[in-house]
């Protein structure tokens, strides 16, 4: 009796990781790429968006949409700039109210970029509450780094499948202490090339940083640039309103929350040949006044 109920535990055990595999042994499979696309409607809530919806363009050439579906679970990783102004705290009551609004399918983690590393607070959970209790005030002084060498480390920690929505709000003033910002970051295109390969949003809110050199306008003009560049690359957006820090983030933040409930998993087939390479990737909708942000360039996995 012992024997067959063994045998039979095994059984059920075997049959539960082939049907947990199932979702990303599909994903993986040679040839196919997943893409996270944001719906957007200027100023207003976008209706639901059908596969039918959807014209995707692949260097230019209408490419079939294997699959289409609204992304359910989402994993947010928020990395502050350990070298802001102590002033940004005071954001963290709006901050932290946007935490306890996401669903209980979004999990968040708090992290603080320093010496060019990640230094995480709080790993991921779907208990907001705790998510919020990991925030603090920065070091500032003594912490700059370079934001986008972090984020090179920090999404290595992510937690993989294509098959989850990922995305990263960036709080930061985007300058780069390690190499600078001229004419940009010398990290900014491998950081969102490897975004784009492992599709991750990459989500930014300025804020200036402490001491004098932070508030240099040029300084901070070219931070806000590559903020931007990072944004666009990942298929995401960047917020600042001039070199000055934001009165409230709750606008940014509103606005980031729609974003998120709006977004889909899109999936096509195509070979990178014998290395893999980066496609240009456009898509268009007859639904009136309907945009789209998405990477504009997405990578070809190589041929096995």
Request: proline share 6%; charged share 20%.
């Amino acid at each position: 009796m012992l024997r067959r109920s063994s045998f039979l535990l095994f059984v059920g055990l075997s049959a539960f990781l082939l049907l947990s595999a199932a979702p990303d042994a599909v994903a993986a499979e040679p040839g196919t790429v997943t893409m996270t696309v944001t719906a957007v409607k200027k100023d207003a809530e976008p209706p639901a968006v059908k596969r039918e919806d959807v014209q995707l363009y692949v260097n230019k050439d209408r490419t079939q949409i294997a699959d289409w579906q609204r992304g359910e679970k989402l994993y947010l990783a928020v990395l502050i700039d350990d070298s802001l102004d102590s002033d940004v705290a005071s954001q963290w009551s709006v901050l932290k109210e946007f935490f306890k609004q996401q669903p209980s399918t979004t999990y968040i983690s708090v992290s603080y970029a320093r010496n060019g590393t990640a230094m995480v607070a709080q790993d991921f959970t779907n208990d907001h509450e705790l998510a919020a209790n990991a925030l603090r005030l920065p070091i500032g002084p003594g912490a700059f780094s370079s934001p986008y060498f972090t984020l090179l480390d920090l999404m290595k920690r992510l937690p993989s499948g294509p098959t989850e929505r990922r995305s990263i709000l960036l709080i930061s003033s985007g300058i780069d202490y390690f190499h600078g910002n001229f004419p940009e970051s010398p990290d900014l295109q491998s950081t969102y090339e490897r975004a784009q390969k492992e599709n991750i949003n990459i989500w930014s809110i300025y804020y200036p940083d402490a001491g004098h050199l932070g508030s240099r306008g040029f300084r901070a003009f070219r931070g806000q640039n590559d903020l931007s560049r990072l944004g666009e690359s990942s298929g995401a957006e960047s917020y600042y309103l001039g070199v000055n820090e934001a009165v409230t983030f709750k606008p940014y933040l509103d606005e980031l929350a729609m974003h998120l409930r709006n977004q889909y998993l899109l999936t096509f087939k195509g070979s990178g040949g014998g290395k893999g390479r980066f496609e240009r990737v456009k898509l268009a909708t007859e639904l009136p006044n309907v945009q789209f942000l998405q990477a504009p360039e997405a990578f070809l996995p190589p041929e096995k």
